[in-house]
Structures are given as C-alpha cells and as structure tokens.
Antibody
Framework: QVQLVQSGAEVKKPGASVKVSCKAS????????INWVRQATGQGLEWMGW????????GYAQKFQGRVTMTRNTSISTAYMELSSLRSEDTAVYYC?????????WGQGTLVTVSS | EIVLTQSPGTLSLSPGERATLSCRAS???????LAWYQQKPGQAPRLLIY???SRATGIPDRFSGSGSGTDFTLTISRLEPEDFAVYYC??????FGGGTKVEIK
C-alpha cells in the first residue's frame, strides 16, 4: 500500500532553517510528484510547491520562492523540504503528498514550531 | 499564479439537505487538473473529486462535481453526519482555495 512517512516534530528559533523528510513506499517513487502543503492551526491549506522526483524539477508557490528548497534522494525514495529564515508565522503542520494531476496520498504531517 | 476563491466561507445546513459549494478561478483552468478535497479536524485532507467531475475511489455518489473554465461546483446531494467538514478546491500545481466549512445547523 502507498505510504508517505514524514520525519518527526521540530522546534526551531526564528531565523533558522528546517528540513522535513518524506519517505515513500508502496509505489515507484519517480513516477509521481511530491507536493508540500502546510496548515497553521485553524487555518486553510497552503500549497508550497511540487517536485518531480525523476527529473528533480520543482515549482514553488510565489509566496515561498527564495525561501523553500525541495530535493530528493531516489536511492532511498525520500523527498525533502527545507524552509529557511523561519519566523513565527511558519509554525504549522507540514504535509508531503503524492501527486500527478491530483493529490491522492498524504503523509501524516510534521509539526514545525518556530519560537524563541 | 491562479487564485481560487471559494464561497461561501461557511455553510450551515441540516443532515439530509443539499450542499452547493462554489470555486471560482482568477483565470481559466483546465478541468483535468481541478480537484476537491475534504478535511476533518486532526486529519489530512482526502481526495473527493478529480478532473472536476470524477469521483475518487470509495467516494459515495452523493458527492458530485461540475463546471469548467473559471467556475466549478461541488454538490453534496444529501448531507450525512460524516460530511460536515471543510472542503477545498485546487488546480494541481497551484494554491488551494480558502475553503468552505460545512457545519451543522
């Protein structure tokens, strides 16, 4: 069965960076995009961008361009999302999700807390 | 970047009633890439509708999607207790709409 397993919760100070991992199993990792979506408490879904694990090509939401980097390691079927220059507003649950024209499987989410 | 505007923000209905949710795009979008998602508290979103009108696996037929161009609609024909949730539209590779909360009246 398709599974996306994310790394554990993180606590970071303002100005720092965070890197969240997403390990895929149950399908061919390079055949589907990986999207990253975040959600602050009580807020809506915020799409951050996508990555094609086969080519490494990425597409980022305008809001995050210059601050987000999506990468992968195909040998271990793992995608990564790194967000830099963290501020308190970046406190949220971060999800990875499999996609190709639609998003069908989601990771369990990773809580990132930004606090001094 | 395409902006999706969902309305209403909140829909207060009773079980058994019909729910009609709107998703309007700032520019024409391909129906092939328009999807609807349901999210309940503490859970990841779930795919309901893809390609604007195709139900995802396991989704009951009381859920239907329609529309093209810039105007799309999600309809729940008769609300069941488990349908009270937040619904989002998205064109793949673009930001989600702001969501519509369907709450019990």
């Amino acid at each position: 069965q398709v599974q996306l397993v994310q790394s554990g919760a993180e606590v970071k100070k303002p100005g720092a960076s965070v890197k969240v991992s997403c390990k895929a199993s149950g399908y061919t990792f390079t055949s589907y995009d990986i999207n990253w979506v975040r959600q602050a408490t009580g807020q809506g879904l915020e799409w951050m961008g996508w990555m094609n694990p086969n080519s490494g090509n990425t597409g980022y939401a305008q809001k995050f361009q210059g601050r987000v980097t999506m990468t992968r390691n195909t040998s271990i079927s793992t995608a990564y999302m790194e967000l830099s220059s963290l501020r308190s507003e970046d406190t949220a649950v971060y999800y990875c999700a499999r996609g190709r024209y639609l998003v069908d499987y989601w990771g369990q989410g990773t809580l990132v807390t930004v606090s001094s | 970047e395409i902006v999706l505007t969902q309305s209403p923000g909140t829909l207060s209905l009773s079980p058994g009633e019909r729910a009609t949710l709107s998703c309007r795009a700032s520019q024409s979008v391909s129906s092939s890439y328009l999807a609807w998602y349901q999210q309940k508290p503490g859970q990841a979103p779930r795919l309901l509708i893809y390609g604007a009108s195709s139900r995802a696996t396991g989704i009951p037929d009381r859920f239907s999607g329609s529309g093209s161009g810039t105007d799309f609609t999600l309809t729940i024909s008769r609300l069941e207790p488990e349908d009270f949730a937040v619904y989002y539209c998205q064109q793949y590779g673009s930001p989600f709409g702001g969501g519509t909360k369907v709450e019990i009246k």
